[in-house]
């Protein structure tokens, strides 16, 4: 007998709004086509059997502004999620960690260590990323590298090293459910969502 999941009796996956954010002085303004949102956005219908509602927005490097649109996607756009690229390093224009912390309810410190981990296997300078994540309200926002490279690394983690390193998406399925949101089911073979027992519902696979 298989053991694959049963899914025909299954309810359709719950829509999710989710909110990406390109920061870039750069793409903002035409010098370059910006990468960072088509990276996430491929991801994540890769990874997600949810119907998802796309709020997206590419700006500039400025604190006051990040802090506005992280403000605008989840107090008036309801994103349920809301992903940032770009702006995390040491240099003066990079300020997205500030906004985003302008904005938090509560700080999430465990996703920006896990994420240092996972670059650190690749590049020593990983210890110079500053991202944060923070939940305001009933959404969850992450600021992630600014490579797609480094995105998806990040995101699904590094199965196959040795010692395998989690991604920090297994870990956003759960959170959002308990800051009230929808319930996010993952492709495995993408990247697995990890629940306690009592909160899993039947798999999808």
Same mark, same amino acid.
């Given at each position: 007998?298989?053991?694959?999941?049963?899914?025909?009796?299954?309810?359709?996956?719950?829509?999710?709004?989710?909110?990406?954010?390109?920061?870039?002085?750069?793409?903002?303004?035409?010098? %370059?086509?910006?990468?960072?949102?088509?990276?996430?956005?491929?991801?994540?219908?890769?990874?997600?059997?949810?119907?998802?509602?796309?709020?997206?927005?590419?700006?500039?490097?400025?604190?006051?502004?990040?802090?506005?649109?992280?403000?605008?996607?989840?107090?008036?756009?309801?994103?349920?999620?809301?992903?940032?690229?770009?702006?995390?390093?040491?240099?003066?224009?990079?300020?997205?960690?500030?906004?985003?912390?302008?904005?938090?309810?509560?700080?999430?410190?465990?996703?920006?260590?896990?994420?240092?981990?996972?670059?650190?296997?690749?590049?020593?300078?990983?210890?110079?990323?500053?991202?944060?994540?923070?939940?305001?309200?009933?959404?969850?926002?992450?600021?992630?590298?600014?490579?797609?490279?480094?995105?998806?690394?990040?995101?699904?983690?590094?199965?196959?090293?040795?010692?395998?390193?989690?991604?920090?998406?297994?870990?956003?399925? %759960?959170?959002?459910?308990?800051?009230?949101?929808? %319930?996010?089911?993952?492709?495995?073979?993408?990247?697995?969502?990890?629940?306690?027992?009592?909160?899993?519902?039947?798999?999808?696979?």
């Amino acid at each position: 007998m298989s053991d694959a999941p049963i899914t025909a009796d299954l309810p359709p996956p719950e829509p999710v709004r989710i909110g990406l954010v390109s920061i870039s002085d750069r793409a903002s303004s035409g010098v %370059y086509e910006d990468q960072g949102i088509p990276a996430l956005r491929g991801w994540l219908e890769r990874a997600l059997h949810n119907p998802v509602d796309w709020v997206t927005r590419l700006i500039p490097d400025e604190q006051d502004g990040i802090s506005a649109t992280l403000r605008e996607l989840v107090d008036i756009e309801r994103c349920d999620l809301v992903l940032t690229t770009g702006g995390t390093g040491p240099a003066p224009r990079d300020v997205t960690p500030e906004a985003t912390l302008a904005v938090a309810d509560k700080v999430m410190p465990g996703f920006g260590e896990q994420m240092r981990q996972i670059s650190l296997r690749f590049v020593p300078t990983a210890i110079l990323s500053r991202q944060e994540a923070v939940i305001r309200g009933r959404a969850l926002i992450i600021n992630l590298p600014g490579q797609p490279k480094a995105i998806a690394e990040t995101l699904e983690g590094l199965p196959g090293a040795t010692p395998p390193c989690p991604g920090i998406f297994a870990a956003v399925p %759960y959170c959002v459910d308990l800051i009230g949101g929808p %319930y996010l089911e993952t492709r495995e073979a993408v990247i697995a969502a990890f629940r306690p027992k009592t909160a899993r519902r039947p798999s999808r696979g």
